[in-house]
T-cell receptor, first 117, second 115 residues
């Protein structure tokens, strides 16, 4: 079974703190993703990575950065947390999309519910 | 621009009723892929199905079925004889062929199945 784990299920931080959210996958997936989930907005892509040390901005990268030093680990960093970053954060991983898009479904972690006070 | 719309925010049914979750998408690409994911209360999204734009055959998997219609840009999901365990948030998502692994998600539909 594919396993995507996230370091915390619940996290409470204060405004201005630096926050690290960690994600680890055990299926040797090249692709990794960070989303945030908000009511009425679905999942929105923050950043993604196709390989070690590679990263690309998603739809809402402002206020976030990422790090991928090892293939299995993808970290999301909030340099200076703000209250509008209170949200559920979901990490996902997948194999690269092949010719017909086979094998590319994303596998998700359980999520981290972050509250910024 | 690509977009996925799930107009139904919440649906509540009684066990054994059939229920259809609507999904409408927008894309200019001719090759694309559509997905459905289930998010139970535990929070982890679970993959249900993928469909590519060249395959309009409907799919049935047990009590689940999917109706893909390119003419109306819809990819609807029906649960037959719903059960309490079907209670979850369901997401429809779109990926273009040249977008790597990026998914565009709809807003989600929260399904509540009552005993």
């Amino acid at each position: 079974d594919v396993k995507v784990t996230q370091s915390s299920r619940y996290l409470v931080k204060r405004t201005g703190e630096k926050v690290f959210l960690e994600c680890v996958q055990d299926m040797d997936h090249e692709n990794m993703f960070w989303y945030r989930q908000d009511p009425g907005l679905g999942l929105r892509l923050i950043y993604f990575s196709y390989d070690v040390k590679m990263k690309e901005k998603g739809d809402i990268p402002e206020g976030y950065s990422v790090s991928r030093e090892k293939k299995e680990r993808f970290s999301l960093i909030l340099e200076s947390a703000s209250t509008n970053q209170t949200s559920m954060y979901l990490c996902a991983s997948s194999f690269p999309a092949l010719l017909a898009g086979v094998w590319d479904e994303q596998f998700f972690g359980p999520g981290t519910r972050l509250t910024v006070l | 621009a690509q977009k996925v719309t799930q107009a139904q925010t919440e649906i509540s049914v009684v066990e054994k009723e059939d229920v259809t979750l609507d999904c409408v998408y927008e894309t200019r690409d001719t090759t694309y892929y559509l997905f459905w994911y289930k998010q139970p209360p535990s929070g982890e999204l679970v993959f249900l199905i993928r469909r590519n734009s060249f395959d309009e055959q409907n799919e049935i998997s047990g009590r689940y079925s999917w109706n893909f219609q390119k003419s109306t840009s819809s990819f609807n999901f029906t649960i037959t004889a719903s059960q309490v365990v079907d209670s979850a948030v369901y997401f429809c998502a779109l990926r273009a062929h040249n977008q790597g692994g990026k998914l565009i998600f709809g807003q989600g539909t929260e399904l509540s199945v009552k005993p």
